[in-house]
Structures are given as structure tokens and as C-alpha cells.
């Protein structure tokens, strides 16, 4: 059995991952059943790299955003900047890449697809 890096239960909801080939998300229970491999940050266009981070964001346990202006957002409205690439949406993309490859470097290299 391939031993996974830990990830707290509320995470698992969200994809770690996503095949362009199968069109599919890829989850962590996925990954420790076996039943599905990660596909490569690396070979994602930036377009299919956008769609993961805005389905990580709908994924998320529901929460309201505020920024120093006191605007707030929820999810879908964090989304939406993301979608539409304002400086916000950028930022969290940024963040949010920055974050998986950080965590992906963690998992063995028979968790990815060839």
C-alpha cells in the first residue's frame, strides 16, 4: 500500500488534481483506494489549471470572504474573480497553484500519471 501524505477530513472534499484525458476531478480517497492516479500541475494548460483552482474554491467548506475594504464574498463570488482574472482572482490562483505543487511534492511518484 502507498503511503499518502496526511490531509485533514475537510480538504478531502476538494481536488487535488484533474485529468483532462478523463475530463475527471481526482480526490485524496481516490488516490488511497487506487482508483485513480494525479495528473501533472506541469501539463495542465493554464486554462485547465484555472478550472481546478475555481472547483477547489466551489468544493471549499462554505465561508465568507472580507477583504480590508470590507467587501465580502462567499465561495461562488471568490470564484467568480478567479473566472473573470482580477487582481483578487489572480492572487488566489497564484496561491492556491503555489499551494498544490508544495503538496503534490509529497505524494510518491506512482500516485501520478505517466
Known sequence: ?????????????????????????????????GTAKLYPLEKLSPEQLKQLVIERQ???TPTEYATLQDVKRDNEAMA???????KLGKQILQADKDYLEFYLEQFPKECFEP
Open 1 to 33: 500500500m502507498t503511503h499518502l501524505p496526511e490531509i485533514v477530513a475537510a480538504a478531502k472534499r476538494r481536488p487535488l488534481s484533474y485529468n483532462p484525458i478523463t475530463q475527471a476531478y481526482i480526490y485524496y480517497d481516490e488516490l488511497a483506494q
Open 58 to 60: 466551489l468544493s471549499n
Open 80 to 86: 467568480d474573480e478567479i473566472r473573470k482574472e482580477t
